[in-house]
């Protein structure tokens, strides 16, 4: 391989990889502006590491460049129109590459959003469904120690039932002097409230807190018998409302998840 063989090569690399280094950018400002969530864990490691790897190849590359300090001085006219057509084409490309990266990336977030909902709602279904002796006592709600102190141990069992739920919540509809609230009861139980007369219930303690949105929702099913679920992503978080109605009662689980990256198909 002899000397103009060497800089063409390096000139190939250079190239090639200040347009990964561009795509690279524009995909990671896409990722971070908009919160997808497309890649494995591993995956999205190593994308974020190929950074390296291609600012070693354009250093290299130069670095070759200097060494044998070979340029090109001119060509003949015919040649300059040629490849004049040719650089317009590489252009177009190049610009297309970047809707290309769009597509792929809000697709693929998309993907993983459809695929977390159907496995979140069928892994709620047989959850609730395997263990129903503990599912129905959770609609036999009172305000009370005694009804927290089981609802924490049945919300463990669910949420250690299957690993896609790390966090289950029971949402129940009661009121606060006279005004309507939606309280909250987690796996997570105070034993200092088996002391007696050491800590007084308060049900302002176990508001769940809600957007309009989720709040017209719950009224939607509390209050006119509504069974639709309500499912919502955004940002690696993904929350399921999951009603659950027998003998004229009705509750709600609650299901999330947090995903600090994204995965196709998680």
Same mark, same amino acid.
């Given at each position: 391989?002899?000397a103009?063989?060497?800089v063409?090569?390096?000139?190939?690399?250079?190239?090639?990889?200040?347009l990964l280094?561009? &795509?690279?950018?524009f995909?990671?400002?896409v990722?971070q502006?908009?919160?997808?969530?497309?890649?494995?864990?591993?995956i999205?490691e190593? #994308?974020?590491?190929?950074?390296l790897? @291609?600012?070693?190849?354009?250093?290299?590359?130069?670095?070759?460049? %200097?060494?044998?300090?070979l340029?090109?001085?001119?060509?003949?006219?015919?040649?300059?129109?040629?490849?004049?057509?040719?650089?317009?084409?590489?252009?177009i490309?190049f610009?297309?590459?970047?809707?290309?990266?769009?597509i792929?990336? #809000?697709?693929?977030?998309?993907?993983? /959003?459809?695929?977390?909902?159907?496995?979140?709602?069928?892994?709620?279904?047989?959850?609730?469904?395997?263990?129903?002796?503990?599912?129905?006592?959770?609609?036999? &709600?009172?305000?009370?120690n005694?009804? @927290?102190k089981e609802?924490?141990e049945?919300?463990?069992?669910?949420?250690?039932?299957?690993k896609?739920? +790390?966090s289950?919540? *029971?949402?129940?509809?009661?009121?606060?002097?006279g005004? +309507?609230?939606? %309280?909250?009861?987690?796996?997570? &139980?105070?034993?200092?409230?088996n002391?007696?007369?050491t @800590?007084?219930?308060?049900?302002?303690?176990?508001?769940h807190?809600?957007?309009k949105?989720?709040?017209?929702y %719950?009224?939607?099913? #509390?209050?006119?018998?509504?069974?639709?679920?309500?499912?919502? /992503?955004?940002?690696?978080?993904?929350? *399921? #409302?999951? +009603?659950?109605?027998?003998?004229?009662?009705?509750? @709600?689980?609650?299901? /999330?998840?947090?995903?600090?990256?994204?995965?196709?198909?998680?």
């Amino acid at each position: 391989m002899n000397a103009k063989q060497i800089v063409r090569l390096s000139n190939i690399i250079g190239i090639t990889s200040i347009l990964l280094l561009v &795509y690279w950018v524009f995909t990671f400002i896409v990722i971070q502006v908009f919160g997808l969530k497309v890649f494995k864990e591993n995956i999205t490691e190593s #994308f974020y590491l190929s950074i390296l790897g @291609i600012l070693a190849l354009m250093v290299g590359s130069l670095i070759i460049n %200097l060494m044998f300090n070979l340029t090109r001085i001119a060509e003949k006219q015919n040649q300059d129109i040629v490849n004049q057509k040719s650089n317009r084409r590489k252009f177009i490309t190049f610009l297309l590459i970047f809707p290309l990266i769009l597509i792929i990336l #809000f697709g693929g977030n998309y993907l993983t /959003s459809a695929k977390k909902e159907n496995m979140l709602i069928d892994s709620a279904k047989s959850i609730l469904e395997s263990n129903k002796s503990n599912s129905n006592k959770l609609l036999n &709600y009172t305000f009370s120690n005694a009804y @927290i102190k089981e609802t924490a141990e049945t919300l463990k069992v669910l949420s250690e039932t299957d690993k896609n739920f +790390p966090s289950v919540t *029971l949402i129940v509809k009661d009121s606060i002097k006279g005004s +309507p609230v939606f %309280l909250g009861f987690n796996q997570y &139980y105070n034993e200092n409230l088996n002391v007696k007369d050491t @800590i007084q219930l308060e049900k302002v303690d176990y508001i769940h807190q809600t957007t309009k949105e989720e709040r017209i929702y %719950l009224n939607e099913v #509390f209050d006119k018998n509504s069974e639709e679920l309500r499912y919502s /992503s955004h940002n690696g978080n993904y929350e *399921l #409302f999951y +009603p659950y109605k027998k003998n004229g009662k009705t509750i @709600i689980i609650y299901f /999330s998840e947090q995903q600090r990256y994204g995965k196709i198909g998680s």
